[in-house]
Structure formats: structure tokens, C-alpha cells
């Protein structure tokens, strides 16, 4: 099951990239055996193939990668050739030189890979010739070119919704962080609550990472994208919310996590601990708000909410065993309301 499971993805291809792929081999194959018609454009195919990538920053990679591997390995090829032949052997050992160059300059995957497929191919079904080395090498321009223009010119794709989507998880999911943590304040707690009560909150750490791969992508689905100027306002506010709840996380975990380690029976009965799971449940209610934007079509009571956090919260002298809880939850709480309120009317 493990084998197999490498080879099927949880989700298919988008079909516009499949269209894509299909339409740039096609024109790559056409163009490439008008312009060079005594060999079957096989380099262009393979270009296009590879060229058309989810983003356009992704293509221009794959663009110079696949043309500077092909250019070396095309090279190589021809003076090997020319000057040993393209025996069976002949044909081994460059393959095997290949790797080892790509290797030693310390080439991308992309290029390290093509040059010695490159050699291969020339040495093996072509000719050593200068013309047939070049037009190889101007075949794969044309095939890369050529799916980097459709790359470009048909609906180049902006990740922005799973990104904001992502972040919005994260966000929500500290709040409920911050409400479990406000309730095992406010009553007793068994071993078993405490243990899933810090299980959970450790999941915000997958989450976050989760977050931060989905804002990658959309970065770069803007990069070189023609439409990526009117988006990136966008982009911009969900980078700066997740800045933001990096640093809850953080705090959400060790309020958590000092609950879990220096909880005991008696603790709900401390006045004070009260006052603190208080202010949980409205730092939570805020950063609900802090989530919200204009275009997300909340309810119209949930616009009309006002903050909570309006003043600092003042402590009376817990009892001495409950002093260290206190003391590390009240600092873990004031950096949680300067990361909220401050962003809040």
C-alpha cells in the first residue's frame, strides 16, 4: 500500500493546466517541425511538458532550467561524440559523466536531470553533428517559449483564496484555543482534559505551518502573473494577519501548556484565575472581529460587535501556590491584547 500510495495524488490536476499542457505540446510539436523539419521534435515536446507549471513564476524556472540543461547536455554530447563516437559505451559513460558534473556544480534538480537525458538522446538517436546539436538546442527554446507564452496568456491562476482561507483557520481555531483554555479556568479538570486540552492546542503548530505553505504559493502565483497588481492589497493583509497569529500562537500554546503543568484542584476557586478566564473569552470574541473584513459577508449583528479588551486587567494577590500560574498567564495575556488590540477600532 505504501508503494502504490506514491504514485496517486489526493487531488487531480486542475483541467485548465491539463488543457494547457495538452495545447502547448501540440503547438510546440507544429512550429517546431516547420521551422526544423528533419528530426521529430521531441525536445519541444518534452520542454512544453515541463514548462507549463501551476504559476508563472513557476514556468520562467522550468523554462531556464529545462533550456540551460538541454544546452549542456547537448554540448557535452557533441564533443564526446566527435571525439570518441556513440558506441554503447560511449553513450554510458557520458551519462555517467553527466550526473557527476551536475553534481560537483551543484545544479538544480531540474537542470541536473536534463543534462544527462540530453546527452542520451543526441548520442543515442541523433547525429554528432554541429547542426543537429543546435537545432536541438533551438528546439527546446521553441518548446519552452512557446508553453510559457500559454502559461502566461491563458488564465494564469492566483492561489489567493486558499491562502486567506488558511489563515482564517488558523485564526479561528487560536480563538477556540482561547476559549478551552478560558473554560478549564473556570472549572475543574481532570487528567484526561488536561492531556486533550494541550493535544489540541498542539495542532495549531501543523496549522500554522499549513498557513504559511498556502501564502507561499499564493506569493508566488503572483509573481510575474499580469494580474497579480490588483491582488497583492489583498495578499498583503492576510501576510500581515498571519504575522500576527504567529505570536498568538505562541501564547495560546504556553498559556495552555502552563495550565496543563501547574494545575490543581483548587485552582478554580482563586478569584483572580476567574478574572483571567474572563479576559480569554474576550480576547478570543476579539480576535474573532480582528478575522472579519468588509467582503466576507458577516452578519450584520457581528458587524455591529464592539471589542472587549478596552482596559488592562488588574490583579489582587493570587494565593502563593497559585502564583507562578498567575504570573506566567498574565504576561502570555498582555502580549495576547497588544496583538489584538491594536489592530482594533
Same mark, same amino acid.
Given at each position: 500500500?505504501?508503494?502504490?500510495?506514491?504514485?496517486?495524488?489526493?487531488?487531480?490536476?486542475?483541467?485548465?493546466?491539463?488543457?494547457?499542457?495538452?495545447?502547448?505540446?501540440? #503547438?510546440?510539436?507544429?512550429?517546431?517541425?516547420?521551422?526544423?523539419?528533419?528530426?521529430?521534435?521531441?525536445?519541444?515536446?518534452?520542454?512544453?511538458?515541463?514548462?507549463?507549471?501551476?504559476?508563472? +513564476?513557476?514556468?520562467?524556472?522550468?523554462?531556464?532550467?529545462?533550456?540551460?540543461?538541454?544546452?549542456?547536455?547537448?554540448?557535452?554530447?557533441?564533443?564526446?561524440?566527435?571525439?570518441?563516437?556513440?558506441?554503447?559505451?560511449?553513450?554510458?559513460?557520458?551519462?555517467?559523466?553527466?550526473?557527476?558534473?551536475?553534481?560537483?556544480?551543484?545544479?538544480? *534538480?531540474?537542470?541536473?536531470?536534463?543534462? *544527462?537525458? $540530453?546527452?542520451?538522446?543526441?548520442?543515442?538517436?541523433?547525429?554528432?553533428?554541429?547542426?543537429? $546539436?543546435?537545432?536541438?538546442?533551438?528546439?527546446?527554446?521553441?518548446?519552452? $517559449?512557446?508553453?510559457?507564452?500559454?502559461?502566461?496568456?491563458?488564465? *494564469?491562476?492566483?492561489?489567493?483564496?486558499?491562502?486567506?482561507?488558511?489563515?482564517?483557520?488558523?485564526?479561528?481555531?487560536?480563538?477556540?484555543?482561547?476559549?478551552?483554555?478560558?473554560?478549564?479556568?473556570?472549572?475543574?479538570?481532570? +487528567?484526561?482534559?488536561?492531556?486533550?486540552?494541550?493535544?489540541?492546542?498542539?495542532?495549531?503548530?501543523?496549522?500554522?505551518? $499549513?498557513?504559511?505553505?498556502?501564502?507561499?504559493?499564493?506569493?508566488?502565483?503572483?509573481?510575474? +502573473?499580469?494580474?497579480?497588481?490588483?491582488?497583492?492589497?489583498? #495578499?498583503?493583509?492576510?501576510?500581515?494577519?498571519?504575522?500576527?497569529?504567529?505570536?498568538?500562537?505562541?501564547?495560546?500554546?504556553?498559556?495552555?501548556?502552563?495550565?496543563?503543568?501547574?494545575?490543581?484542584?483548587?485552582?478554580?476557586?482563586?478569584?483572580?484565575?476567574?478574572?483571567?478566564?474572563?479576559?480569554?473569552?474576550?480576547?478570543?470574541?476579539?480576535?474573532?472581529?480582528?478575522?472579519?473584513?468588509?467582503?466576507?459577508?458577516?452578519?450584520?449583528?457581528?458587524?455591529?460587535?464592539?471589542?472587549?479588551?478596552?482596559?488592562?486587567?488588574?490583579?489582587?494577590?493570587?494565593?502563593?501556590?497559585?502564583?507562578?500560574?498567575?504570573?506566567?498567564?498574565?504576561?502570555?495575556?498582555?502580549?495576547?491584547?497588544?496583538?489584538?488590540?491594536?489592530?482594533? *477600532?
Amino acid at each position: 500500500m505504501r508503494i502504490t500510495a506514491g504514485l496517486r495524488t489526493p487531488r487531480r490536476l486542475p483541467v485548465l493546466q491539463v488543457v494547457k499542457t495538452s495545447v502547448a505540446v501540440a #503547438l510546440a510539436w507544429v512550429i517546431s517541425q516547420l521551422l526544423l523539419p528533419n528530426e521529430l521534435p521531441i525536445f519541444a515536446a518534452i520542454a512544453a511538458i515541463f514548462v507549463v507549471q501551476p504559476s508563472v +513564476n513557476q514556468s520562467v524556472g522550468k523554462a531556464i532550467e529545462r533550456s540551460l540543461g538541454v544546452i549542456g547536455g547537448v554540448v557535452i554530447a557533441y564533443v564526446i561524440g566527435l571525439i570518441f563516437g556513440s558506441s554503447t559505451w560511449i553513450v554510458l559513460l557520458t551519462i555517467v559523466l553527466c550526473i557527476l558534473l551536475a553534481w560537483a556544480l551543484r545544479l538544480s *534538480p531540474g537542470s541536473a536531470n536534463q543534462i *544527462p537525458i $540530453s546527452a542520451m538522446l543526441v548520442l543515442s538517436i541523433g547525429s554528432t553533428t554541429a547542426e543537429y $546539436s543546435i537545432d536541438r538546442i533551438l528546439e527546446t527554446i521553441i518548446g519552452a $517559449s512557446i508553453a510559457l507564452i500559454i502559461n502566461i496568456l491563458v488564465v *494564469p491562476p492566483v492561489l489567493l483564496t486558499p491562502a486567506h482561507d488558511a489563515v482564517i483557520r488558523l485564526g479561528r481555531e487560536v480563538a477556540d484555543t482561547l476559549d478551552r483554555a478560558a473554560d478549564a479556568l473556570r472549572e475543574p479538570q481532570t +487528567n484526561f482534559q488536561l492531556e486533550e486540552l494541550l493535544l489540541k492546542a498542539r495542532l495549531l503548530r501543523p496549522m500554522l505551518a $499549513s498557513a504559511e505553505r498556502a501564502i507561499t504559493g499564493a506569493q508566488e502565483s503572483l509573481t510575474l +502573473n499580469p494580474r497579480g497588481a490588483k491582488h497583492r492589497t489583498s #495578499l498583503q493583509a492576510d501576510i500581515d494577519l498571519y504575522e500576527r497569529l504567529k505570536a498568538l500562537v505562541t501564547r495560546a500554546l504556553g498559556m495552555t501548556r502552563a495550565v496543563r503543568d501547574h494545575y490543581d484542584d483548587s485552582l478554580h476557586l482563586e478569584p483572580t484565575v476567574h478574572a483571567f478566564s474572563t479576559e480569554l473569552d474576550r480576547a478570543a470574541h476579539d480576535l474573532r472581529l480582528l478575522l472579519q473584513r468588509p467582503d466576507d459577508h458577516a452578519t450584520e449583528i457581528a458587524r455591529e460587535e464592539e471589542p472587549l479588551l478596552t482596559s488592562p486587567l488588574i490583579i489582587a494577590t493570587p494565593h502563593p501556590e497559585h502564583w507562578i500560574l498567575i504570573g506566567s498567564l498574565m504576561e502570555d495575556l498582555r502580549r495576547v491584547r497588544e496583538e489584538i488590540v491594536s489592530d482594533l *477600532p
